[in-house]
């Protein structure tokens, strides 16, 4: 193999190995948090949705290869309209079903 | 820098297949549609969890009564390692092409992923016969076994087709078409993992603490 093709390996060798090890770190802070119970109540809550945020983001930057400065601009506007899809149907969901939740209450 | 010149998600050819590189374009954009439609069907299962595993408990038992977080933590490990193996296999591919190293690597993808399912199986078995919570007990249960039940069948899918690649690595080798195909079983894996740390999170851990 010629030397560049080495050094492009392990560079992105190298991207898989952060994303695990990254991935780990986090999932097993996930875990803790709840196995230890390090926070409670709403802490707790808002501790996890971000520790999921961010591992979400380990895995589309170091597994998926996507970042903001070198990913083809379609790639990610798909990726930002699907998110804000998400974000209008799932908020949108849980708020009508709990404003209905709240109305059948005896 | 050969690998500046990146056109779609997931490992690129550019560097060392550079028509390969350039064919792949279109293709993955195409499966990265389907992806982030898949991603809007995983939201809508997930929205309905959030509503119904709060106010849908009825007669049932609750989340923390029926999960357990051990299995869930070494379900979230054996998948984030199949992840990690198929980002090898396809390094194999692209700088090597060597049949071998990546049939190995996806075996053992395989066989990680293939363990999470059985897993997430024996999950399901021991819910419905040690804690009386199966599907048609809840609201909640309908829709934590539609969410987790909907991942596990990609996950097997991924693997009926993790098979058929193996199959053509060995006997057609890296021609552009099986190349491609790996890629996009690549992106296909990898985004499973992310819609498990959204069931990990939401479903198992905040099931849990609340």
Do not use: C
Request: aromatic share 12%; net charge negative.
């Amino acid at each position: 193999m010629p030397p560049r093709e080495i050094e492009d390996e392990g560079r992105e060798r190298r991207s898989y190995v952060i994303g695990l090890v990254l991935a780990l770190v986090l999932t097993t802070g996930a875990f803790a948090v709840v196995g230890l119970n390090l926070l409670s109540g709403g802490a707790a809550l808002a501790g996890l949705g971000l520790l999921a945020l961010i591992q979400a983001v380990v895995h589309l930057r170091y597994f998926l290869h996507i970042d903001l400065q070198r990913s083809h601009r379609d790639d990610l506007l798909l990726i930002l309209f699907t998110v804000l899809i998400l974000l209008i149907m799932v908020s949108g969901t849980i708020w009508i079903l709990y404003d209905q939740h709240v109305r059948m209450m005896p | 820098m050969s690998l500046s010149e990146r056109l779609h998600p997931g490992l690129n050819l550019a560097g060392t297949d550079p028509e390969g590189h350039e064919a792949a374009e279109e293709t993955l954009f195409g499966f990265w549609i389907f992806l982030m439609s898949d991603l809007v069907l995983f939201a809508v299962l997930f929205a309905t969890y959030a509503a119904m595993s709060v106010q849908g408990i009825a007669e049932g038992p609750r989340p923390a009564e029926v999960f357990d977080l051990t299995a869930a933590f070494v379900e979230t490990l054996l998948l984030l390692f199949s992840s990690f193996a198929f980002g090898l296999a396809m390094l194999e591919m692209k700088y090597r092409e060597n049949r071998r190293g990546v049939l190995v690597w996806l075996l053992l993808t395989g066989l990680l992923g293939a363990a999470f399912v059985g897993m997430e199986l024996h999950d399901y078995y021991v819910m419905i016969t040690q804690h009386a919570a199966p599907p048609q007990a809840s609201g909640f249960l309908s829709a934590y076994y539609l969410l987790t039940g909907t991942h596990a069948l990609h996950v097997s899918s991924g693997l009926v087709w993790m098979v058929i690649m193996a199959v053509q690595v060995a006997l057609i080798g890296f021609t552009t078409p099986v190349k491609l195909r790996l890629m996009r079983l690549a992106l296909f894996w990898h985004m499973l993992d992310v819609v498990w740390i959204g069931i990990f999170t939401f479903v198992y851990l905040y099931g849990v603490a609340s």
